[in-house]
C-alpha cells in the first residue's frame, strides 16, 4: 500500500507560479500529477516521471509546468508557471507499478487527497 500525501495548493493570479508537494510512503516506478477541473469531468494526466528521471508532460502543460522527485525524501513536485485559469482544478498526486500515461487514459493504482489550484484572470 502507498500513500500519497499533497501540500501547496492555493488561488493565485494568472501568469503567476505555484509548487505542489507530495509525499509518497513506499516505493513505486512511477509517479505523476493528474487534474481535474470540475466534478464529473475526466480526470486528466498533466507530468509522469519514472524512476530514471524521465517524464512526460501534456501538450496542455508542456512548456509551463515542470515534474521532479527528491528520492532521499521520497517527495514529488510540480512546479507550475505560467499559470492559466483553465489550470484551475483540483489536482492530484498519483503513483503505480506500471507506466503512467499523461492525457485521458488508464487511471494509475495509487491516489493522493487532492489538493486545490484556482487561477484568476
Known amino acids: 500500500q502507498v500513500q500519497l500525501v499533497e501540500s501547496g495548493g492555493g488561488s493565485v493570479q494568472a501568469g503567476g507560479s505555484l509548487r505542489l508537494s507530495c509525499v509518497a510512503s513506499g516505493y513505486t516506478h512511477y509517479m505523476g500529477w493528474f487534474r481535474r477541473q470540475a466534478l464529473g469531468e475526466e480526470r486528466e494526466g498533466v507530468a509522469?516521471?519514472?524512476?530514471?528521471?524521465?517524464?512526460t508532460y501534456a501538450a496542455t502543460v508542456q512548456g509551463r509546468f515542470t515534474i521532479s522527485k527528491d528520492n532521499a525524501n521520497n517527495t514529488l513536485y510540480l512546479q507550475m508557471n505560467s499559470l492559466k485559469p483553465e489550470d484551475t482544478a483540483m489536482y492530484y498526486c498519483?503513483?503505480?507499478?506500471?507506466?503512467?500515461?499523461?492525457?485521458?487514459?488508464?487511471?494509475?493504482?495509487?491516489w493522493g487527497q487532492g489538493t486545490q489550484v484556482t487561477v484568476s484572470s
Open positions: 509522469t516521471i519514472d524512476s530514471d528521471g524521465h517524464t
Open positions: 498519483v503513483a503505480d507499478y506500471g507506466r503512467i500515461w499523461v492525457g485521458y487514459g488508464p487511471l494509475p493504482l495509487y
